[in-house]
C-alpha cells in the first residue's frame, strides 16, 4: 500500500485528511508527515536540540562529578568522550525519522508487534511525565535562589507554596507552545535559544574570568581504585554516554518533519551538534562552578556564584524547562497515541501538564538531589539502551534497505504485522536483565556491578544485550524472510 493510498484509508477513518491537506493534523494524529509539509533548513532541527539542553539541569550534573570526588578535567574528558559516543548513535536515530516519516514509538511496532509496543510506549510516557516533572523542579531552587538576591524572599529552603506556584506557571507556558505543535515548538526555540546563548556567555565568562574557580582541582578519589572507577562509570551513564541515550526514543520526533531532499550527513551533524555543544559546554561550567564550594544544590550555586546576574541567570533558568519540556510534552502525545488510544493530540497535551505538575509537587519533598538525578538518568539511560538497541539490528541491519513502513498506521484489526513479536520483547528483557545486573545508582545495586566495586556498565550491557539477543533470534526465526514483518 503506498503512502497516498494509507493517508486516504485514515481520512475515512478519522485519522486525518492525508497529504494533501497540509494545514491539516497529520500532527494531531498519527500520520507519515506529507513531504510537502517537510522543511529543508536544518536550523530548526538544530535549535530545538540546542534549546534542550541548554537548561540548568546539565550543568548541575556537570558539577556532579567534582561533589563525586572526580577531578575537574576528568569529569569534562568523561562527559566530551561519552557524548561523542552517545551523540553518534542518537544521529542514527534522528536519520531513521528521515527516513521514515514517522514518530520513534510508531515505528516500534514494526518491531514488537502491535500490542506488544505497547509495552515501551507505556514506559516511554512514563519517564517523559517524570522528565517534565525533573526539570521543571531542578529550577525551583534556583528561582528561588534568585528571588531571594533581589531581596522578593528571605530564604531559598521551604516555601513550597511559591515554589509549586510557579512551577505551575512554568508548566502552563509549556503546555501552551506544544498544544500547537513542531512548527511552534521549533519557532520557539530559534528565537529564545540565541539569547539565551548571549547570556550562558556572559556567565561562562563571569564564572572562569572571575569567580576564582580551581582549574587545577583534582579531586579527593585516589587514581586507580575501584571507587574511582565506579565513580567515573557513574558520570559517563549519567551526563555521558547516557545523556545521548536518553533521547533515542524521541529523535524520530522531530526529524520526521525533515526532508528526504535534505543530506543526511548534514542532519546527523546539525542533531548531534545541537546535542553535543551545549551539554558539553554547560557540564564543564556546572564542574567548574562545582570546584568553589563542591556543593550540586542549584539554588546554592547560585548564592555563591551569580549574585550581580540574578535577573539574567533568572531568564536563562526559567528558559531552561520550558524549551527541554515542550520536546517532553510533546512527544508524550506521540507516545499515547500508540496506545491505540483514539484521542486528539492537543487533549492528552493538556493531560500530561497537569500529571507532571504533581510529580513536580511531589519532587518538592525531596532532599537529596545529587542521588535523586543520578538515580533517575541510570534508569532513564538503561531502558533507553535496551530499546535503542533491538531498533537498531531492526532498522540498520535487518531492514537497512527499506522505506515505507506506513502499514503500522493500518486499523489494528487489518494490521497485516503480528500483534505481538515475541522475539523483541524476549531481547527487550533480557536486556532490561542485563542493564540491572551492570547498573549501580541510586535505586540499583546489580550484581554484576557490585562485585566490580559499584562500576556501573548498564547502558552497555543492556544495549549489547538486547541487540544481540533480538539479532540472533531474528535470525533464527527467519524474521528477514518474512513478508508480514
Not at 26 to 54: C, R
Not at 305 to 318: K, S, T
Not at 351 to 360: D, E, Q, R, T, Y
Amino acid at each position: 500500500m503506498t503512502v497516498s493510498a494509507i493517508s486516504a484509508t485514515t481520512s475515512s477513518q478519522g485519522r486525518g485528511s492525508g497529504p494533501s491537506n497540509i494545514g491539516g493534523d497529520y500532527e494531531d494524529y498519527l500520520q507519515v508527515v506529507p513531504e510537502q509539509a517537510k522543511t529543508k533548513s536544518l536550523w530548526g532541527q538544530f535549535w530545538v536540540w540546542f534549546g534542550a539542553n541548554v537548561a540548568p539541569i546539565n550543568w548541575l550534573l556537570g558539577a556532579l562529578g567534582v561533589q563525586m570526588g572526580l577531578g575537574l578535567w576528568e569529569t569534562f574528558a568523561v562527559i566530551v568522550v561519552g557524548n561523542l559516543i552517545g551523540m553518534s548513535v542518537f544521529g542514527c536515530m534522528v536519520l531513521l525519522g528521515q527516513r521514515t516519516g514517522l514518530t520513534g514509538m510508531l515505528l516500534g511496532r514494526r518491531v514488537f508487534g502491535r500490542v506488544g509496543n505497547y509495552l515501551p510506549s507505556v514506559i516511554q510516557s512514563v519517564v517523559v511525565v517524570g522528565w517534565c516533572a525533573v526539570n521543571t523542579w531542578v529550577v525551583l531552587d534556583l528561582v528561588t535562589a534568585l528571588l531571594m538576591k533581589v531581596g522578593l524572599v528571605d530564604s531559598i529552603s521551604g516555601h513550597f507554596a511559591l515554589k509549586a506556584a510557579i512551577g505551575g506557571v512554568v508548566m502552563i507556558i509549556q503546555v501552551i507552545i506544544s498544544l500547537f505543535g513542531y512548527k511552534a515548538i521549533s519557532t520557539f526555540e530559534k528565537w529564545t535559544v540565541p539569547p539565551t546563548v548571549a547570556i550562558l556567555v556572559i556567565m561562562t565568562i563571569a564564572a572562569w574570568g572571575f569567580m576564582g574557580v580551581d582549574w587545577n582541582f583534582s579531586g579527593n578519589i585516589a587514581r586507580g581504585t575501584t571507587d574511582h572507577f565506579a565513580a567515573l562509570s557513574s558520570i559517563m551513564t549519567a551526563i555521558g554516554i547516557g545523556w545521548g541515550f536518553t533521547w533515542l526514543t524521541y529523535a524520530c520526533d522531530y526529524s520526521r518533519f525533515v526532508s528526504k531532499d535534505v543530506s543526511r550527513r548534514k542532519l546527523f551533524a546539525a542533531s548531534a551538534l545541537g546535542q553535543f555543544i551545549p551539554v558539553c559546554w554547560l557540564g564543564l561550567l556546572g564542574a567548574t562552578l562545582a570546584t568553589k564550594s563542591g556543593s550540586i544544590d542549584p539554588g546554592q550555586l547560585i548564592v555563591d556564584n551569580f549574585g550581580a546576574l540574578a535577573i539574567p541567570v533568572l531568564l536563562l533558568v526559567v528558559h531552561g524547562p520550558i524549551a527541554t519540556n515542550i520536546l517532553n510534552i510533546y512527544s508524550f502525545t506521540l507516545s499515547v497515541q500508540c496506545l491505540d488510544l483514539r484521542v486528539n493530540r492537543r487533549v492528552i497535551n493538556i493531560f500530561v501538564g497537569v500529571f507532571a505538575w504533581f510529580g513536580v509537587c511531589l519532587f518538592l519533598s525531596l532532599s537529596d538531589i545529587g542521588n535523586t538525578l543520578d538515580g533517575w538518568l541510570s534508569s532513564v539511560a538503561g531502558w533507553t539502551a535496551v530499546w535503542g538497541g533491538i531498533m537498531i539490528i531492526h532498522f540498520f541491519v535487518i531492514e537497512r534497505s527499506r522505506n515505507d513502513f506506513s502499514h503500522v498506521l493500518d486499523e489494528k484489526s487489518k494490521d497485516s504485522a503480528a500483534l505481538v513479536r515475541w522475539q523483541a520483547l524476549a531481547a527487550f528483557f533480557a536486556g532490561l536483565l542485563m542493564c540491572w545486573a551492570m547498573s549501580y545508582g541510586s535505586l540499583f545495586q546489580g550484581p554484576i556491578a557490585s562485585a566490580m566495586g559499584g562500576v556501573d556498565l548498564s547502558w552497555f550491557g543492556g544495549m549489547l544485550t538486547s541487540g544481540l539477543v533480538y539479532y540472533v533470534l531474528s535470525l533464527a526465526t527467519g524474521i528477514n524472510e518474512r513478508k508480514e514483518i
